[in-house]
């Protein structure tokens, strides 16, 4: 058979193209099959390529999300810091100790961060507690001295005061509006040396309770915290734990030491309460009803068989009375093991403390409790005192 050329070519050209078609679509099913899907990852595994460089189709949207959310940190940080400031703390000198002469003052480092911008700075008690003297390093090297003008009675806030003005001042946030799972950065005197330094995580839990001692035998009692995963070290007490947008939503405060990463924080509105005592009085007051009390759990219910399994349980602690005399509680009546399940409108719980509630309203309110005495209940009303100096 006499093949004609022109012909043959044209079967010859069309094979090569099918080829080079068939080639190209075998690839891409090869990429596509080796890509990071389901199908992809079945297939690696069963050729034993799971450590192939390959394709992925959602790397582009992978590092957006990353540039993005660095990028909000970097703002936010360059925001905030130059209104974060190191607090030193010394306190008074001892002299002619068993001979020794004069034994250097004690110092203690730690964070605040400028709320007004005359120089009003918040930080927490237990930064300031037992100094004497105190001095501000601002970010930029400034150097100010300090007084302490406020001491919250019943969360660990403080407030000092340098004589500045046209200063930065952070923005204060709704610590009530933030959500488990949520970016956040801690900035801080890490260490007492490195100052302002940046530190990221998320919160990891809300409504928590924690008694953290300063190391010299007090604690302190507090609730309604936020907990969070973002380093908090020696030295970053007092500092603010940020939103991605830059707004302050709480006072770094205490660290688990039998823990990896896990922080606690007073939540912003607490500040905020101080805040506006502080403007109106010139100093921190607090409403005060005077009662010691044990949360109710379940534990405690079974272990002392109680009526209910959430409440406040009043009762004698640190060998001080339930009821401490003269106080709102006890002009109204109220005793020892008198369960307290409501005030106004608000149950008490677990998540919900007596504490907590109490501290929502203002010395000179008056609120109703309700109680449970022999397993009835009843209704009082009392005038919340006040609490603070």
Known sequence: MKLNFKQHGSYIIGAIAGVIVLSLAGSILALYLLSATPTGEAIRSHLGLNDLKTFNITSNKTEKLVVEESSAIIDASKNVSPAVVSITSTGKAVRNVFGFGTIEAPKTSGTGFIVTSDGLIATNKHVISGGDTYSVTMADGK??????????????????????????????????????????????????????????????????????????GQTENLDGLIQTDAAINPGNSGGPLLTLKGQVIGINTAIAGDAQNLGFVIPSNELKKSLDSYKKNGKILRAYIGVRYQPITKALQTSLSLPVDQGALLSSADGQPAIAADSPADKAGLKANDIIIRVDKNDINETNPLSKVIRQYNPGDSISVTILRDKKEQTVNLTLGTLGN
């Open 143 to 216: 150097n100010f001295d300090a007084k302490v003008v406020g001491q919250d009675p019943v969360t660990d806030i403080a407030l000092v005061k340098v004589d500045a003005h046209g200063l930065p001042v952070v923005d204060l946030g709704d610590s009530d509006s933030v959500q488990v799972g949520q970016w956040v950065i801690a900035i801080g005197n890490a260490l007492g040396e490195f100052q302002n330094t940046v530190t990221v995580g998320v919160i990891s839990g809300l409504n928590r309770q924690a008694n953290p001692s300063d190391g010299q």
